[in-house]
């Protein structure tokens, strides 16, 4: 199989790139390669390379910055799946992407169901939505991902961000009213691979680890694990003021995926001891 890997250099696709190295001969240009934001240079590669499988962990991910940089977060979250799905769809080839819990409007306490109305509350949640949203209506082969709290031992994330601040700080104030499941990169490129390998029937899953916590009991599991003597405090998001709204509710409801995989999907914390370690012992 012919594979085109975009997002090399992200959290997710340095994973993925090396969990599908069985499945075929992969494809990874990094951004000196292919400026994704240049629509044309896209066609131009799909053309020459012609993909059978296109993973795209690319997108643009700083959640605040998309509220000024709103054409270039467009383009990245809304019109390059689009423009994914339209070459998947007229060269029968497959495209696996990723979507975020902030399509949704973060109310209530339930865990959001893939049937689930959609209503982000922020610019970087309406170009995640009008990207699932264009590979939904192309008629394309593709398998969604929508996940939440991304992390790794490499790249930009709270994990790493909790650990810096610990270098310099004896107390935190850390917002606990956002719940969610902090999800490794890591696990997402393994059920990706598993997914594509088993042919999972093309639609919209959700992806994140079993059981919940907020941002302050992440980080009090962080400091716990690493030793490191931190204090924190948890505090509501009102006093935490950002240019992006957050949605307090990221719960995501994983029936779907693992009764089509039929696989079971570890707890947080059993995968927070497994990246932490990887993370303080590179
Ligand atoms: N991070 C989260 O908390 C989170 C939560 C839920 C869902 N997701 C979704 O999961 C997926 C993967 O996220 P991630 O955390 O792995 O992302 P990431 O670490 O921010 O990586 C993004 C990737 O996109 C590439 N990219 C951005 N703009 C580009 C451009 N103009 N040309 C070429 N490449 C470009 C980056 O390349 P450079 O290194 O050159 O910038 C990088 O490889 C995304 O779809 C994201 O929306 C993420």
């Given at each position: 199989?012919?594979?085109?890997?975009l997002g090399i250099t992200g959290q997710v696709g340095f994973?993925?790139?090396r969990t599908l190295s069985p499945l075929g001969t992969i494809t990874a240009p990094g951004r000196d390669e292919l400026n994704l934001l240049n629509e044309q240079a896209v066609t131009n590669y799909l053309a020459v390379k012609k993909p059978d499988l296109i993973?795209?962990?690319?997108?643009w991910t700083?959640?605040?910055a998309a509220e000024v940089h709103q054409s270039e977060a467009w383009r990245l979250n809304a019109g390059l799946p689009e423009q994914l799905a339209a070459y998947t769809k007229a060269n029968n080839a497959r495209l696996v992407h990723y979507s975020s819990d902030y399509v949704y409007p973060g109310t209530g306490e339930t865990p959001w169901q893939e049937t689930n109305p959609t209503g982000p509350v922020s610019h970087y949640g309406k170009t995640k939505l009008n990207g699932d949203r264009a590979i939904e209506k192309s008629g394309a082969d593709y398998l969604i991902f929508?996940?939440?709290?991304v992390y790794s031992a490499r790249g930009n994330n709270f994990m790493k961000t909790m650990l810096r601040l610990a270098e310099s700080k004896t107390e935190l104030n850390i917002v606990a009213d956002q719940i969610g499941a902090p999800t490794p990169a890591?696990?997402?490129a393994q059920i990706t691979t598993l997914a594509i390998h088993s042919k999972l029937e093309t639609g919209l899953y959700?992806?994140?680890p079993e059981g919940e916590t907020s941002w302050h009991g992440f980080a009090k599991e962080i400091f716990g694990l690493a030793g490191k003597n931190t204090k924190t405090y948890p505090i509501p998001t009102s006093d935490y003021p950002t240019p992006a709204k957050r949605p307090l509710n990221s719960r995501v409801d994983m029936s779907k995926l693992k009764n089509a995989l039929n696989v079971e999907l570890p707890h947080w914390q059993s995968q927070l001891a497994l990246t932490l370690r990887e993370y303080l012992e590179t």
């Amino acid at each position: 199989m012919n594979i085109l890997l975009l997002g090399i250099t992200g959290q997710v696709g340095f994973e993925l790139h090396r969990t599908l190295s069985p499945l075929g001969t992969i494809t990874a240009p990094g951004r000196d390669e292919l400026n994704l934001l240049n629509e044309q240079a896209v066609t131009n590669y799909l053309a020459v390379k012609k993909p059978d499988l296109i993973v795209n962990g690319a997108a643009w991910t700083a959640v605040d910055a998309a509220e000024v940089h709103q054409s270039e977060a467009w383009r990245l979250n809304a019109g390059l799946p689009e423009q994914l799905a339209a070459y998947t769809k007229a060269n029968n080839a497959r495209l696996v992407h990723y979507s975020s819990d902030y399509v949704y409007p973060g109310t209530g306490e339930t865990p959001w169901q893939e049937t689930n109305p959609t209503g982000p509350v922020s610019h970087y949640g309406k170009t995640k939505l009008n990207g699932d949203r264009a590979i939904e209506k192309s008629g394309a082969d593709y398998l969604i991902f929508r996940s939440s709290w991304v992390y790794s031992a490499r790249g930009n994330n709270f994990m790493k961000t909790m650990l810096r601040l610990a270098e310099s700080k004896t107390e935190l104030n850390i917002v606990a009213d956002q719940i969610g499941a902090p999800t490794p990169a890591r696990l997402i490129a393994q059920i990706t691979t598993l997914a594509i390998h088993s042919k999972l029937e093309t639609g919209l899953y959700h992806l994140a680890p079993e059981g919940e916590t907020s941002w302050h009991g992440f980080a009090k599991e962080i400091f716990g694990l690493a030793g490191k003597n931190t204090k924190t405090y948890p505090i509501p998001t009102s006093d935490y003021p950002t240019p992006a709204k957050r949605p307090l509710n990221s719960r995501v409801d994983m029936s779907k995926l693992k009764n089509a995989l039929n696989v079971e999907l570890p707890h947080w914390q059993s995968q927070l001891a497994l990246t932490l370690r990887e993370y303080l012992e590179t």
